[in-house]
């Protein structure tokens, strides 16, 4: 072997020996494409791990997307804060009114197919609802006087929660009416809960207030009224099953049950603990669009990235652009309390960045659930995000910090 050649296999070797692998060089490029920060990410990480620490929280799985690559998802802490079994990244949540935002999808896929105009009556469809009530002091209740609605309660009102009905969450009188209605009773269909949901008095004549409620519920009744499907069969035939979403529906096979992640609450001493009720996996007939459905971060993902992608999934398309546009513009006429954002159909909606004094987007459109389970869809970042936990009552506390540990991560 010549000189030349003995040289040339050596700056070859050399060569090979210093140069980052083919791997290495895979992951920055898509560390670049993506323009999240690994040292970051490592930030965000640590600040959720520091808060199951001090116990405020069991445990967390978050997921992220963006421009298309997955860029980051951990799984922390606890899935049961008794039995110290740690968190896994498969782990179902019930996700409560995360269940809102899918429900009103499906029912904007039968808008598409011509069933009804958002313009409509509802009462032309549920004929209960003709004739509504409007409650006088809702603090006092039923008691306190009722008097006639001035119109009657459109579509687009029940989707933007400007029709008039509570959720029978809040301290009124009026919410503890509606509670023992459409809960206590013990609805066995949303037939019965909806029939009862239009039997109680307004909290605000329609068109005229913003009022968290249950007027999904209504969504899922007038899905069984068009379609001949149960909202069940008709999410899992229609969304559920074509996007790959195995792990969301209203129960759970025994399989799934053994990752379902316990419930949490504080005790009266302020200590996080497992609560001594947990939400019923199976049996559960009311497949209502307020709350109900179980689902995993990746599960998810795949719905709100098929709505970050205009409607389209995998070469199946489930809407039109132009209804995903409506659906995450505000439509509730800026009667939504929250500075900067208002309210579409089905989601809230970021409309002044520096009114909402935190990091996001104009045009991110997001929800979250009663369990502290919480997501966003951030078009102009081409992002999506998921954080979900098991802890009771709801604070709005994590889903603020999540989303700013979240945008901090973009280089």
């Given at each position: 072997?010549?000189?030349?050649?003995?040289?040339?296999?050596?700056?070859?070797?050399?060569?090979?020996?210093?140069?980052?692998?083919?791997?290495?060089?895979?992951?920055?490029?898509?560390?670049?494409?993506?323009?999240?920060?690994?040292?970051?990410?490592?930030?965000?990480?640590?600040?959720?791990?520091?808060?199951?620490?001090?116990?405020?929280?069991?445990?967390?799985?978050?997921?992220?997307?963006?421009?298309?690559?997955?860029?980051?998802?951990?799984?922390?802490?606890?899935?049961?804060?008794?039995?110290?079994?740690?968190?896994?990244?498969?782990?179902?949540?019930?996700?409560?009114?995360?269940?809102?935002?899918?429900?009103?999808?499906?029912?904007?896929?039968?808008?598409?197919?011509?069933?009804?105009?958002?313009?409509?009556?509802?009462?032309?469809?549920?004929?209960?609802?003709?004739?509504?009530?409007?409650?006088?002091d809702p603090a006092k209740g039923s008691v306190g006087g009722i008097e006639p609605?001035?119109?009657?309660?459109?579509?687009?009102?029940?989707?933007?929660?400007?029709?008039?009905?509570?959720?029978?969450?809040?301290?009124?009188?009026?919410?503890?009416?509606?509670?023992?209605?459409?809960?206590?009773?013990?609805?066995?269909?949303?037939?019965?809960?909806?029939?009862?949901?239009?039997?109680?008095?307004?909290?605000?004549?329609?068109?005229?207030?913003?009022?968290?409620?249950?007027?999904?519920?209504?969504?899922?009744?007038?899905?069984?009224?068009?379609?001949?499907?149960?909202?069940?069969?008709?999410?899992?035939?229609?969304?559920?099953?074509?996007?790959?979403?195995?792990?969301?529906?209203?129960?759970?096979?025994?399989?799934?049950?053994?990752?379902?992640?316990?419930?949490?609450?504080?005790?009266?001493?302020?200590?996080?603990?497992?609560?001594?009720?947990?939400?019923?996996?199976?049996?559960?007939?009311?497949?209502?669009?307020?709350?109900?459905?179980?689902?995993?971060?990746?599960?998810?993902?795949?719905?709100?990235?098929?709505?970050?992608?205009?409607?389209?999934?995998?070469?199946?398309?489930?809407?039109?652009?132009?209804?995903?546009?409506?659906?995450?513009?505000?439509?509730?006429?800026?009667?939504?309390?929250?500075?900067?954002?208002?309210?579409?159909?089905?989601?809230?909606?970021?409309?002044?960045?520096a009114d909402t004094k935190s990091l996001g987007s104009e045009g991110t459109f997001?929800?979250?659930?009663?369990?502290?389970?919480?997501?966003?869809?951030?078009?102009?970042?081409?992002?999506?995000?998921?954080?979900?936990?098991?802890?009771?009552?709801?604070?709005?506390?994590?889903?603020?910090?999540?989303?700013?540990?979240?945008?901090?991560?973009?280089?």
């Amino acid at each position: 072997m010549t000189f030349k050649n003995r040289f040339s296999l050596f700056l070859l070797a050399i060569c090979l020996i210093s140069a980052p692998s083919f791997a290495q060089l895979a992951n920055e490029k898509s560390s670049s494409k993506a323009g999240i920060s690994s040292e970051r990410l490592a930030r965000y990480d640590a600040y959720f791990q520091r808060e199951i620490d001090a116990g405020r929280l069991p445990g967390v799985v978050t997921l992220m997307y963006r421009k298309g690559e997955k860029v980051h998802e951990s799984a922390l802490g606890y899935n049961d804060l008794a039995a110290k079994t740690a968190m896994r990244q498969d782990q179902i949540f019930y996700i409560q009114s995360m269940t809102k935002p899918i429900i009103t999808t499906a029912f904007m896929m039968l808008y598409e197919e011509g069933y009804f105009f958002l313009t409509d009556p509802i009462s032309k469809y549920l004929p209960e609802f003709k004739d509504m009530k409007v409650i006088l002091d809702p603090a006092k209740g039923s008691v306190g006087g009722i008097e006639p609605a001035k119109s009657q309660i459109t579509i687009a009102q029940v989707l933007s929660h400007t029709a008039g009905f509570l959720h029978g969450i809040g301290g009124t009188e009026l919410d503890k009416e509606v509670a023992q209605a459409i809960y206590m009773s013990g609805p066995k269909s949303i037939e019965e809960r909806v029939k009862a949901l239009a039997a109680q008095p307004l909290a605000s004549h329609p068109g005229q207030q913003w009022n968290y409620s249950a007027s999904p519920d209504i969504l899922a009744r007038l899905i069984e009224v068009f379609s001949g499907m149960s909202p069940a069969e008709f999410l899992k035939t229609r969304l559920f099953d074509p996007l790959g979403m195995k792990d969301t529906g209203f129960n759970l096979s025994d399989a799934q049950k053994t990752r379902m992640v316990q419930l949490h609450n504080f005790n009266e001493t302020g200590v996080l603990v497992k609560s001594e009720r947990q939400t019923p996996t199976s049996g559960n007939t009311v497949f209502g669009g307020t709350h109900g459905l179980f689902s995993t971060s990746q599960d998810y993902s795949l719905f709100a990235r098929m709505m970050l992608n205009g409607g389209e999934w995998n070469g199946t398309r489930y809407l039109s652009p132009k209804t995903v546009e409506i659906m995450s513009m505000d439509q509730a006429n800026d009667l939504f309390r929250d500075p900067g954002k208002g309210f579409g159909l089905g989601f809230a909606v970021v409309e002044d960045l520096a009114d909402t004094k935190s990091l996001g987007s104009e045009g991110t459109f997001y929800w979250s659930g009663a369990f502290c389970t919480y997501f966003f869809i951030d078009p102009k970042e081409e992002m999506v995000a998921i954080f979900m936990t098991q802890v009771n009552p709801f604070s709005s506390y994590y889903e603020n910090k999540f989303r700013q540990m979240v945008y901090q991560t973009i280089e």
